[in-house]
C-alpha cells in the first residue's frame, strides 16, 4: 500500500481534528441535556452516532487513545439508549471527564505521534465501562481523577479553572476550519459569474475602442493629406469636399467614442455594485451562528455551579443570530470570565435565595440582539447584584476617584467602576473569578473588537453585562471626519445625529461644556483636543458635532469637518495597538494612506468623565509645526500609526525601518528628535543610539526609545545605550508620547 506524502497527511489529520472538536461539542451539549432529562429518542440516537463515528475516524488513523475512550463512551450511550442502566449525574460526570481527556487527545493528534496516553487512558475508559455494571448511588459530584489520569494527557480542557488575566490575542490559525452552508458558497459563485460576465463585456469595449481609434487615425491621415494636396494643387473645390469627408470621419469616431464612454461608465457602476455584492458574500462566508459559542458555556456553567454547591440554570436566546468567527473566537474567553463571575458570586445558594423569595434555582440569561450594523450580547442573572457601597469604597481607596466625587456618583456609574484596574468587592480569592477582578481585561478585549461593554446591577435583583459588537471586523461603516488636520473614522453604529452648532448652542453645567440632544444636556469636546494633537479653531459658522450613544453614555464630539460615511476596510493594529487608547483598528486608502478608526465608546467615556476639555481658543503652533522627528521601526503598521499622530501634531515626519535606514536619513536632513524601536533587522534600536551617541553631530539628539521590550534589564539597556527617554507600549497612549516629545523639543 502507497504511503500517503506528508503535506495530504497533515491535511487529513486537520480535518480529523476539527470534526473531532464538532463531535466533542455535540456530544457535550447532548449529555447536559440527558442530565436535565431534556432528550428525545432522537437525541439518544445521535449521542450514540457521535461517539460511534468518533471511534471510528479515530482508529482509522491510529489515534487508539481517543478510538478507545470513545468506544467505551459508544457501548454506555448505547446501554442509555436501550434503557438498560440508570444514567444520573454521578455517571454524567464520569463520561464528561472523559469527555475533557478526548479534547486533549484531539489536539495532540498528529502524523507520526504514537503517544496515546497509555495507562491513563485505560484508567478512563475503564470508569466509564464500569457504569455498565449494576451500582449503588453515589452522591452527583464533578469526577475527581487520580494522580496520573487526565492531567497527565497534553491539551487537556480544564472547566473549572478561573480565566488567566490578560488581554486575548489571535493565536495561531494553521488548522482552524469554517463549514459553509450551501446556499452561501452558491452566493459567492454567483457573484464570482456576473462579476467574469463583466469582464467579457469590459474586453468588448476594449475592441470598440480599438476600432474607434483606428478610424479616428485614419481620418486624421486623410485630412493631413487634405492638407498637402491642396498646398501642391490649390483645388478649393476638392480641398473642400475632402476636409467635408474627414471631418464627417472624425463626428462618426467622435460619436463611436462618445457611445462608448457612456457604456463603460455603465459597465464600471455594474462593476462596482457587483464587487461590492461579492464582497459582502465574501463576509458572509466569515460569518457564523452564535449556537456553538452559547451551548458551549452550558457545560463550564454546569461543573462550576457543582463545584460551589449551587444550583443554577443558564438560558439562551438569539443563538441563530450570526457574527464573524473570529469576533467569536476574540469574545470567548470575556464572556466566560463574566459568566464564571455570574455563578461565584452574583447567584446565591438555594437557602439564601429562599429566604430571599427567590426560586432555588439561579438563573443566568446570556442572550443576543441585532441592533442595525451591531450585535447585542447580554449576560444577565437573578443573584445579588453587585455591593455598590463596597465599589464606591474600593474606587475611593485606590484612588481611582475622589471621596467627594464618588459620594455624587449615579448607582449606574459606580456600577462602571467594577471596569477599572484593581476595583473588587471580594475580600477572598477565588480560584473561580472575583467579580470587578479582571473586568478591566475583558473592556480591552471587546475595545479590541471596536465593541463597547456596560453594566447595570440592583441589590438583591440581579446584574446584566451588555456588550455590543460589529458584526465582522473585515469592514466597519463610519463617518469619515477631520480634527486637528488629520481624519479620522467615526465608526456609524454610534453616531446618533450630525449637527451644524455655533458658539450659541453650548452651555455650562457644573463647569463642564454640553450640548443638547433631544432637551439633554450631552457633555462635549473637541476631537482634537481629546487626541491631544493640537486645538480647534475656536467656534466658527459651520462646526460639525457629532452626537454619539454608546453603553457608557451619550457624547457631543466636535470636529472641523466632515467628508462622509462609508464602508472601510479594516486593519487590525497588532502590537502597536497599545498605543492607541482611543483607536480599535485602522483603514489604509488607495493612496496607502492610514486613517485611524475611534474607539468611540474610550472618547465618549472619557468626555462624560470630564478627563476631555472642551476649549474655544487654539493654542498658538508656532516652532513646534516646524520641528522634523525621525521615526525607527520596523513595523510598517507601527511607522505608518506613529507617522499620523506626529504629523496630525504638526511635526515633520521622516520614517526608516531600521538603524542603518535611520543614519543614512540623518545624514540627507536635519532631525530634532528620533523615536526608536529597539528591536530591528540590521542594525538594532541599542546599536543605533550608542553610534549617535559617538557621533559628535547627533550626540545632542534626543532619542526616545518606544519599545514592548519591558523589563528593567531592557530599560537599563536602552538608557545605558544613550536613550533619554524609555517609553513601554502598554502604559500610554498617544497623549503621552507627544508630551515626552515636548519635553525634549
Given at each position: 500500500?502507497?504511503?500517503?506524502?506528508?503535506?495530504?497527511?497533515?491535511?487529513?489529520?486537520?480535518?480529523?481534528?476539527?470534526?473531532?472538536?464538532?463531535?466533542?461539542?455535540?456530544?457535550?451539549?447532548?449529555?447536559?441535556?440527558?442530565?436535565?432529562?431534556?432528550?428525545?429518542?432522537?437525541?439518544?440516537?445521535?449521542?450514540?452516532?457521535?461517539?460511534?463515528?468518533?471511534?471510528?475516524?479515530?482508529?482509522?488513523?491510529?489515534?487508539?487513545?481517543?478510538?478507545?475512550?470513545?468506544?467505551?463512551?459508544?457501548?454506555?450511550?448505547?446501554?442509555?439508549?436501550r434503557r438498560q442502566i440508570t444514567y444520573d449525574q454521578a455517571a454524567n460526570n464520569d463520561v464528561l471527564a472523559a469527555v475533557?481527556?478526548?479534547?486533549?487527545?484531539?489536539?495532540?493528534?498528529?502524523?507520526?505521534?504514537?503517544?496515546?496516553?497509555?495507562?491513563?487512558?485505560?484508567?478512563?475508559?475503564?470508569?466509564?465501562?464500569?457504569?455498565?455494571?449494576?451500582?449503588?448511588?453515589?452522591?452527583?459530584?464533578?469526577?475527581?481523577?487520580?494522580?496520573?489520569?487526565?492531567?497527565?494527557?497534553?491539551?487537556?480542557?480544564?472547566?473549572?479553572?478561573?480565566?488567566?488575566?490578560?488581554?486575548?490575542?489571535?493565536?495561531?490559525?494553521?488548522?482552524?476550519?469554517?463549514?459553509?452552508?450551501?446556499?452561501?458558497?452558491?452566493?459567492?459563485?454567483?457573484?464570482?459569474?456576473?462579476?467574469?460576465?463583466?469582464?467579457?463585456?469590459?474586453?468588448?469595449?476594449?475592441?470598440?475602442?480599438?476600432?474607434?481609434?483606428?478610424?479616428?487615425?485614419?481620418?486624421?491621415?486623410?485630412?493631413?493629406?487634405?492638407?498637402?494636396?491642396?498646398?501642391?494643387?490649390?483645388?478649393?473645390?476638392?480641398?473642400?469636399?475632402?476636409?467635408?469627408?474627414?471631418?464627417?470621419?472624425?463626428?462618426?469616431?467622435?460619436?463611436?467614442?462618445?457611445?462608448?464612454?457612456?457604456?463603460?461608465?455603465?459597465?464600471?457602476?455594474?462593476?462596482?455594485?457587483?464587487?461590492?455584492?461579492?464582497?459582502?458574500?465574501?463576509?458572509?462566508?466569515?460569518?457564523?451562528?452564535?449556537?456553538?459559542?452559547?451551548?458551549?458555556?452550558?457545560?463550564?456553567?454546569?461543573?462550576?455551579?457543582?463545584?460551589?454547591?449551587?444550583?443554577?440554570?443558564?438560558?439562551?436566546?438569539?443563538?441563530?443570530?450570526?457574527?464573524?468567527?473570529?469576533?467569536?473566537?476574540?469574545?470567548?474567553?470575556?464572556?466566560?470570565?463574566?459568566l464564571r463571575n455570574a455563578v461565584d458570586h452574583g447567584i446565591e445558594v438555594e437557602e439564601t435565595r429562599r429566604a430571599a423569595?427567590?426560586?432555588?434555582?439561579?438563573?443566568?440569561?446570556?442572550?443576543?440582539?441585532?441592533?442595525?450594523?451591531?450585535?447585542?450580547?447580554?449576560?444577565?442573572?437573578?443573584?445579588?447584584?453587585?455591593?455598590?457601597?463596597?465599589?464606591?469604597?474600593?474606587?475611593?481607596?485606590?484612588?481611582?476617584?475622589?471621596?467627594?466625587?464618588?459620594?455624587?456618583?449615579?448607582?449606574?456609574?459606580?456600577?462602571?467602576?467594577?471596569?477599572?484596574?484593581?476595583?473588587?468587592?471580594?475580600?477572598?480569592?477565588?480560584?473561580?473569578?472575583?467579580?470587578?477582578?479582571?473586568?478591566?481585561?475583558?473592556?480591552?478585549?471587546?475595545?479590541?473588537?471596536?465593541?463597547?461593554?456596560?453594566?447595570?446591577?440592583?441589590?438583591?435583583?440581579?446584574?446584566?453585562?451588555?456588550?455590543?459588537?460589529?458584526?465582522?471586523?473585515?469592514?466597519?461603516?463610519?463617518?469619515?471626519?477631520?480634527?486637528?488636520?488629520?481624519?479620522?473614522?467615526?465608526?456609524?453604529?454610534?453616531?446618533?445625529?450630525?449637527?451644524?452648532?455655533?458658539?450659541?448652542?453650548?452651555?455650562?453645567?457644573?463647569?463642564?461644556?454640553?450640548?443638547?440632544?433631544?432637551?439633554?444636556?450631552?457633555?462635549?469636546?473637541?476631537?482634537?483636543?481629546?487626541?491631544?494633537?493640537?486645538?480647534?479653531?475656536?467656534?466658527?459658522?459651520?462646526?460639525?458635532?457629532?452626537?454619539?450613544?454608546?453603553?457608557?453614555?451619550?457624547?457631543?464630539?466636535?470636529?472641523?469637518?466632515?467628508?462622509?460615511?462609508?464602508?472601510?476596510?479594516?486593519?487590525?493594529?497588532?502590537?502597536?495597538?497599545?498605543?492607541?487608547?482611543?483607536?480599535?483598528?485602522?483603514?489604509?486608502?488607495?493612496?496607502?494612506?492610514?486613517?485611524?478608526?475611534?474607539?468611540?465608546?474610550?472618547?465618549?467615556?472619557?468626555?462624560?468623565?470630564?478627563?476631555?476639555?472642551?476649549?474655544?481658543?487654539?493654542?498658538?503652533?508656532?516652532?513646534?509645526?516646524?520641528?522634523?522627528?525621525?521615526?525607527?521601526?520596523?513595523?510598517?503598521?507601527?511607522?505608518?500609526?506613529?507617522?499620523?499622530?506626529?504629523?496630525?501634531?504638526?511635526?515633520?515626519?521622516?520614517?526608516?525601518?531600521?538603524?542603518?535606514?535611520?543614519?543614512?536619513?540623518?545624514?540627507?536632513?536635519?532631525?530634532?528628535?528620533?523615536?526608536?524601536?529597539?528591536?530591528?533587522?540590521?542594525?538594532?534600536?541599542?546599536?543605533?543610539?550608542?553610534?549617535?551617541?559617538?557621533?559628535?553631530?547627533?550626540?545632542?539628539?534626543?532619542?526616545?526609545?518606544?519599545?514592548?521590550?519591558?523589563?528593567?534589564?531592557?530599560?537599563?539597556?536602552?538608557?545605558?545605550?544613550?536613550?533619554?527617554?524609555?517609553?513601554?507600549?502598554?502604559?500610554?497612549?498617544?497623549?503621552?508620547?507627544?508630551?515626552?516629545?515636548?519635553?525634549?523639543?
Amino acid at each position: 500500500m502507497a504511503e500517503i506524502s506528508p503535506d495530504p497527511l497533515q491535511e487529513i489529520y486537520a480535518l480529523f481534528r476539527a470534526e473531532g472538536r464538532e463531535h466533542v461539542e455535540r456530544i457535550t451539549e447532548l449529555l447536559l441535556a440527558l442530565e436535565r432529562d431534556d432528550i428525545d429518542a432522537g437525541g439518544l440516537e445521535e449521542l450514540f452516532r457521535a461517539a460511534h463515528s468518533l471511534k471510528g475516524s479515530a482508529s482509522t488513523l491510529g489515534v487508539d487513545g481517543v478510538a478507545e475512550i470513545a468506544h467505551a463512551m459508544e457501548d454506555v450511550f448505547g446501554a442509555v439508549k436501550r434503557r438498560q442502566i440508570t444514567y444520573d449525574q454521578a455517571a454524567n460526570n464520569d463520561v464528561l471527564a472523559a469527555v475533557d481527556a478526548i479534547s486533549g487527545l484531539l489536539e495532540e493528534a498528529a502524523p507520526g505521534r504514537t503517544e496515546d496516553g497509555g495507562a491513563q487512558v485505560r484508567a478512563i475508559a475503564a470508569r466509564v465501562r464500569r457504569l455498565l455494571e449494576p451500582r449503588s448511588g453515589e452522591p452527583p459530584a464533578p469526577a475527581q481523577l487520580e494522580e496520573g489520569e487526565v492531567k497527565k494527557i497534553p491539551g487537556a480542557a480544564d472547566t473549572a479553572t478561573g480565566p488567566e488575566r490578560r488581554v486575548t490575542r489571535r493565536g495561531s490559525r494553521g488548522d482552524e476550519t469554517l463549514r459553509l452552508p450551501v446556499e452561501k458558497l452558491d452566493a459567492v459563485i454567483d457573484g464570482f459569474s456576473e462579476m467574469w460576465q463583466e469582464k467579457f463585456k469590459n474586453d468588448e469595449f476594449g475592441v470598440r475602442f480599438h476600432g474607434a481609434a483606428l478610424s479616428a487615425r485614419a481620418a486624421n491621415k486623410t485630412l493631413g493629406e487634405v492638407l498637402e494636396t491642396y498646398r501642391q494643387r490649390g483645388d478649393r473645390e476638392e480641398f473642400l469636399r475632402n476636409v467635408e469627408k474627414a471631418a464627417a470621419a472624425l463626428v462618426a469616431a467622435d460619436r463611436d467614442m462618445r457611445a462608448i464612454d457612456f457604456d463603460f461608465g455603465a459597465a464600471a457602476k455594474r462593476f462596482e455594485l457587483n464587487l461590492a455584492g461579492f464582497g459582502a458574500e465574501l463576509g458572509r462566508l466569515r460569518m457564523a451562528p452564535l449556537r456553538g459559542l452559547f451551548r458551549g458555556f452550558r457545560r463550564p456553567v454546569r461543573d462550576l455551579a457543582l463545584r460551589l454547591g449551587k444550583n443554577v440554570q443558564l438560558d439562551i436566546i438569539g443563538e441563530d443570530n450570526e457574527l464573524d468567527k473570529a469576533i467569536i473566537e476574540f469574545i470567548k474567553d470575556p464572556l466566560n470570565h463574566i459568566l464564571r463571575n455570574a455563578v461565584d458570586h452574583g447567584i446565591e445558594v438555594e437557602e439564601t435565595r429562599r429566604a430571599a423569595g427567590k426560586p432555588p434555582a439561579g438563573r443566568i440569561l446570556i442572550s443576543s440582539t441585532r441592533v442595525d450594523s451591531s450585535l447585542v450580547i447580554e449576560v444577565e442573572d437573578d443573584g445579588a447584584g453587585i455591593d455598590l457601597e463596597k465599589v464606591r469604597e474600593a474606587a475611593v481607596a485606590t484612588g481611582i476617584v475622589r471621596a467627594e466625587a464618588a459620594d455624587a456618583l449615579a448607582p449606574e456609574d459606580i456600577a462602571r467602576l467594577v471596569f477599572e484596574p484593581g476595583i473588587t468587592t471580594t475580600t477572598e480569592v477565588s480560584e473561580f473569578g472575583g467579580r470587578g477582578v479582571g473586568l478591566d481585561v475583558v473592556v480591552a478585549n471587546v475595545a479590541a473588537l471596536r465593541g463597547a461593554v456596560d453594566v447595570w446591577s440592583a441589590p438583591g435583583v440581579g446584574t446584566r453585562f451588555t456588550i455590543q459588537l460589529p458584526l465582522t471586523i473585515a469592514t466597519a461603516r463610519g463617518m469619515l471626519v477631520e480634527a486637528g488636520g488629520a481624519k479620522f473614522i467615526v465608526p456609524s453604529s454610534i453616531i446618533r445625529r450630525v449637527a451644524v452648532v455655533s458658539a450659541g448652542d453650548f452651555e455650562t453645567v457644573e463647569g463642564k461644556p454640553v450640548l443638547r440632544l433631544e432637551g439633554r444636556a450631552v457633555a462635549a469636546a473637541y476631537l482634537a483636543s481629546v487626541l491631544g494633537i493640537g486645538e480647534d479653531r475656536g467656534f466658527e459658522a459651520g462646526t460639525t458635532a457629532l452626537f454619539l450613544s454608546s453603553p457608557s453614555g451619550d457624547a457631543a464630539l466636535v470636529v472641523s469637518a466632515v467628508w462622509g460615511e462609508g464602508e472601510f476596510l479594516t486593519k487590525d493594529l497588532g502590537p502597536a495597538g497599545a498605543l492607541m487608547a482611543y483607536f480599535s483598528a485602522a483603514h489604509v486608502t488607495g493612496k496607502g494612506e492610514v486613517v485611524l478608526i475611534l474607539n468611540a465608546d474610550a472618547l465618549v467615556r472619557d468626555v462624560i468623565r470630564g478627563e476631555a476639555l472642551l476649549r474655544a481658543a487654539a493654542v498658538p503652533a508656532a516652532e513646534v509645526r516646524k520641528r522634523t522627528i525621525l521615526v525607527v521601526d520596523d513595523s510598517l503598521t507601527t511607522r505608518a500609526l506613529e507617522k499620523n499622530i506626529l504629523e496630525a501634531a504638526g511635526y515633520n515626519v521622516t520614517l526608516a525601518s531600521d538603524g542603518q535606514e535611520a543614519l543614512a536619513a540623518l545624514a540627507a536632513m536635519a532631525c530634532d528628535l528620533a523615536i526608536v524601536d529597539l528591536q530591528m533587522p540590521r542594525m538594532d534600536g541599542y546599536e543605533l543610539t550608542r553610534r549617535l551617541r559617538a557621533s559628535p553631530q547627533y550626540r545632542d539628539l534626543p532619542v526616545v526609545v518606544v519599545t514592548s521590550l519591558e523589563t528593567d534589564k531592557d530599560m537599563a539597556r536602552g538608557l545605558e545605550a544613550g536613550a533619554d527617554a524609555y517609553i513601554k507600549k502598554s502604559h500610554f497612549d498617544q497623549r503621552e508620547l507627544l508630551s515626552v516629545i515636548e519635553q525634549f523639543i
